[in-house]
Nanobody, 110 residues
Framework: QVQLVESGGGLAEPGESLRLSCAGS??????VGWHRQAPGKQREFLAS???????YVVDSVKGRFTISRDKAKNTVYLQMNSLKPEDTAVYYC??????WGQGIQVTVSS
C-alpha cells in the first residue's frame, strides 16, 4: 500500500518561498506529480518527476516552481519561489494512477 504525506505548507508573504515535501512509503512509486486546487477552482497539474528524474513543470509556474527528488528519503519536493497570492491553494502530491496525499494548505498573503 502506497502512502503519500505532504508537509511544508503554511502562510507566506508575496515574494517569499516555500518548499513542499511529499514523503512516500510503500512499493511501486515511480513518477510523482504535484497538483493544487484553489477555492472554487478545478484541481490543476503543476509538475512531475519520473523514476529516472526527468522533470516537467507547467508553463504557468515555470521559472518559479521546481520539482526534485531525494531517492534516499523517498521524498519529492516542490520548491516554490516568488510566491503570489494566486498561488494560494491546497497542494497535493500524486503517485499515478491512484495514490494521493491528503493535501496541504498554502496561503500567500500580506
Amino acid at each position: 500500500q502506497v502512502q503519500l504525506v505532504e508537509s511544508g505548507g503554511g502562510l507566506a508573504e508575496p515574494g517569499e518561498s516555500l518548499r513542499l515535501s511529499c514523503a512516500g512509503s510503500g512499493n511501486g512509486i515511480r513518477s510523482v506529480g504535484w497538483h493544487r486546487q484553489a477555492p472554487g477552482k478545478q484541481r490543476e497539474f503543476l509538475a512531475s518527476i519520473t523514476a529516472s528524474d526527468s522533470t516537467y513543470v507547467v508553463d504557468s509556474v515555470k521559472g518559479r516552481f521546481t520539482i526534485s527528488r531525494d531517492k534516499a528519503k523517498n521524498t519529492v519536493y516542490l520548491q516554490m519561489n516568488s510566491l503570489k497570492p494566486e498561488d494560494t491553494a491546497v497542494y497535493y502530491c500524486h503517485a499515478p494512477p491512484k495514490y494521493w496525499g491528503q493535501g496541504i494548505q498554502v496561503t500567500v498573503s500580506s
